[in-house]
């Protein structure tokens, strides 16, 4: 069972489960714990004003995903470079085949 599916199921028969999760939501941004356990710019993404969709929380939504991605893919663990570096240590040159990782 994925994920989702798991979430929509408990959902469903835990009314605990499925308040504490409107309650990520829409009230996370002010949970004590979330602000303490988060890096400000996930935290950032709990905003109510997020699912008002206004232009000015697309902007900042966008604006976060490019900046997050740049700053993962500049990383010194990013996938192309642990490759690359076991590559080197392997004494390959042109390798047959590179197959897509990700580092989680």
Known sequence: MDALKKIKSYIKINK???EGIINLFFEGSTAPILRRVLALFEFKKLDINKFNFSLDSLIDTIVRYKVKGSYSASKE???EAIIEKVLKELNKTKPK???ECSIV
């Open 77 to 79: 663990n990013n996938p």
């Open 97 to 99: 085949i590179i197959i």
């Open 16 to 18: 605990f489960f499925a």
